[in-house]
């Protein structure tokens, strides 16, 4: 509660939080439209493949001429984390090869990290955190973003005595928008591909938020953050407003759709019919609590708390989330308060690949979003040899695959990969 006071004093003693951004992207754009009103934050450094692009996305944010030309612009993200003006690291590429070989350089610099970049963070988060604890610094999962606000919402409540029946997030999802690609996107947006690219819209980043590839991403990461359960055969995407979560997401045994309590997972705004959900929860995150005494449960029903017919579980939420308008919480609370908001902690799920129509041998995997594949959160008890998302970019498969098939390991050629050697001690471990 006393971040902003902090953040004054540094700016009182000529110490502000030095901040380097790698990315300058949608998220990455966000975070400095902030800064000129945050008293002990200052952006002192951008990295972007695009040093023109940075500096426009500075300019359209709001910066001036004076602020925009007080910052170090340049191409490669390590070198940007070797600089002796940073103080925290900021990885908001979305590439998780890029983001692993960005956290590991600003570790070994010293640097506190802050994984925008959730998709590096649920391929090796667990070996990066450990990287930076035995450096002495952060590392952090990314305020503003749902793993984030959902690792701060399941860390209140059991820091208040309560258990998790689930934890998770609201989004816009049917079955088949699994099998969309970036060519027929824009029409479940509203969009046509001529507004959609007026306004500098990424078609295949977009797909990956409409395909179920970012809801697993997300709930995997708060899974391994949080010592949260992930669904055997993947999230189910049950229909439901604010007022239902306390009854759907309870376990089955007591009448709801969990397979059993602790699990996370991800809620649908529409109705299967393609109906809206009332009072959906589309952009928000919620917890679902039961009470550990009937004291507590009286409690809920006294306070207004929506619950189920039991009484027991009783829902909390947050109906919005900001992304990098709120990205300065993790900045300064690693820099000054040297305290991650939400950290991988051990490998409970992945993000497998499943295949969004028949491949033939020699067919690119095109990451995330793509044509190729979507993503499908799973336990690791479950996903045996899975290919993780996280190395489906960029390589061809070695054999024929059916659509709706989980690719594996030994379906792409990885042998001498690091990365993929270092998953393999994340997940072995």
């Known amino acids: 509660m006393n971040l902003a006071r902090l953040a004054a004093e540094a700016e009182a003693r000529g110490k502000p939080v030095r901040a380097g951004l790698i990315g300058a992207g949608k998220f990455g754009s966000m975070f400095p439209s902030q800064v000129p009103t945050i008293s002990g934050l200052e952006v002192t450094a951008i990295a972007d493949l695009d040093v023109g692009r940075a500096q426009t996305a500075c300019r359209a944010v709001g910066w001036d001429d004076a602020r925009i030309g007080s910052v170090a612009y340049v191409e490669d993200g390590a070198e940007l984390a070797a600089r002796d003006d940073v103080d925290v690291v900021i990885e908001a590429t979305g590439h998780p090869r890029a983001g692993i070989a960005h956290a590991r350089a600003a570790i070994a610099a010293g640097k506190h990290v802050v994984m925008v970049n959730v998709e590096a963070d649920v391929l ?19 305020y503003g973003d749902q793993p984030a606000l959902v690792s701060e919402m399941v860390d209140w409540a059991r820091s208040a005595g309560f258990s998790l029946a689930a934890a998770g997030k ?70 439901c407003g604010v007022d239902d979560l306390a ?35 589309r952009w928000g995150v919620y917890v679902v609590l039961e009470a550990p005494n009937d004291y507590a449960a009286a409690c809920f029903k006294q306070y207004g708390l929506p619950t189920d017919d039991t009484g027991r579980y009783a829902a909390m939420y947050k109906p919005f989330h900001l992304i990098g308008l709120e990205l300065s919480i993790s900045v300064l609370s690693a820099a000054l308060r040297e305290e991650a908001t939400g950290q991988s902690q051990n490998m409970v799920g992945t993000v497998a690949s499943v295949a969004k129509r028949d491949l033939k041998a020699g067919d690119m995997l095109d990451g995330e979003g793509g044509y190729t594949f979507f993503g499908k959160a799973l336990p690791l008890s479950h996903a045996q040899d899975a290919l993780p998302i996280g190395l489906a970019q960029g390589v061809a498969v070695t054999k024929d695959v059916r659509a709706g098939q989980v690719l594996t390991m030994t379906d792409v050629k990885l042998d001498g990969d690091p990365v993929a050697d270092l998953y393999r001690t994340v997940v072995s471990a």
């Open 124 to 142: 090796v988060g667990p070996a990066l955190a450990t990287e930076a604890r035995a450096a002495g610094v952060v590392y952090s999962m990314a």
């Open 170 to 239: 609201g989004t816009k999802y049917l079955p088949d928008y699994h099998y969309v690609t970036p060519d027929d996107v824009w029409s479940h947006y509203g969009l046509t591909p001529q507004e959609a690219q007026a306004a500098g819209m990424n078609p295949q980043m977009f797909n990956s938020f409409l395909d179920g590839t970012k809801s697993a991403i997300e709930m995997v990461a708060i899974a391994n953050a949080c010592a949260l359960t992930v669904p055997s055969n993947g999230l189910a995407f049950p229909p």
């Open 247 to 281: 009854h759907v997401l309870r376990p089955k045994s007591v009448g709801g759709q969990l397979e059993s309590a602790g699990m996370v997972e991800t809620i649908s705004s529409v109705e299967r019919d393609r109906r809206p959900v009332f009072r959906d929860l």
